[in-house]
Nanobody, 116 residues
């Protein structure tokens, strides 16, 4: 199973980015997996940013991103998204996609840098 993130980059404070994560693999049933975005800043532990369950009708967010970030999924495209608005310098981190059900899978990460 492969999770491939994209959409990271350098953005000014107050800007927006949309991360995508495409899942693929033999026998991998994307729709059954809870999909999450985590992030890890230098010198910090990896933390959960947002999660969406398999049916897509329940989400939860870290307090630090509530009201600014939105997670969504397209089960037909095996893709999960993270729309990030009103970005702050403290959002700077490597963002990782995670799939969890019977097994736990991770992507390689995409760098998000918020700086003027």
């Amino acid at each position: 199973v492969q999770l491939v993130e994209s959409g990271g980059g350098l953005v000014q404070p107050g800007g927006s980015l949309r991360l995508s994560c495409v899942a693929s693999g033999s026998g991998f049933t994307f729709s059954r997996y809870a999909m999450s975005w985590y992030r890890q800043a230098p010198g910090e532990e990896r933390e959960l940013v947002a999660r969406i369950i398999s049916a897509g009708d329940s989400t939860n967010y870290a307090d630090s991103v509530k009201g600014r970030f939105t997670i969504s999924r397209d089960n037909a495209k095996n893709t999960v998204y993270l729309q990030m608005n009103s970005l702050k310098p403290e959002d700077t981190a490597v963002y990782y996609c995670n799939a969890f059900w019977l097994f736990n899978y991770w992507g390689q990460g995409t760098q998000v840098t918020v700086s003027s």
